[in-house]
Nanobody, 121 residues
Framework: QVQLVESGGGLVQPGGSLRLSCADSKSIFTIYAMGWYRQAPGKQRELVAAIISGGSTNYADSVKGRFTISRDNAKNTVYLRMNSLKPEDTAVYYC???????????????WGQGTQVTVSS
């Protein structure tokens, strides 16, 4: 079982920055991948960024160059640094963990409770 606890959301002005944190209860060595998803009102949940156990990362096109996902293995914590935030980044952000993968990629079976990010002036 993996338990994920997110923190760091809030209200920020356009152009501002936030850093989200996700602490997980399992050693990083048992987790294949960690991802950050977001869901805006009336929209489907979408993958924003992911980091695989070997350290490789991938990002949604809409956040490339603005968001950075990273991991602190000693703290079992994954971060999402968000710069140059836009109103369209407003959403509930969820941390997710995958212990396994299939041919199509990581299988995210474990989710945090979500943290609200609001970008508004």
């Amino acid at each position: 079982q993996v338990q994920l606890v997110e923190s760091g959301g809030g209200l920020v002005q356009p152009g501002g920055s936030l850093r989200l944190s996700c602490a997980d209860s399992k050693s990083i060595f048992t987790i294949y991948a960690m991802g950050w998803y977001r869901q805006a009102p009336g929209k489907q949940r979408e993958l924003v960024a992911a980091i695989i156990s070997g350290g490789s990362t991938n990002y949604a096109d809409s956040v490339k160059g603005r968001f950075t996902i990273s991991r602190d293995n000693a703290k079992n914590t994954v971060y999402l640094r968000m710069n140059s935030l836009k109103p369209e980044d407003t959403a509930v952000y969820y941390c997710a963990a995958a212990l396994q993968k299939t041919g199509t990629g990581p299988v995210y079976n474990y989710w945090g409770q979500g943290t609200q990010v609001t970008v508004s002036s």
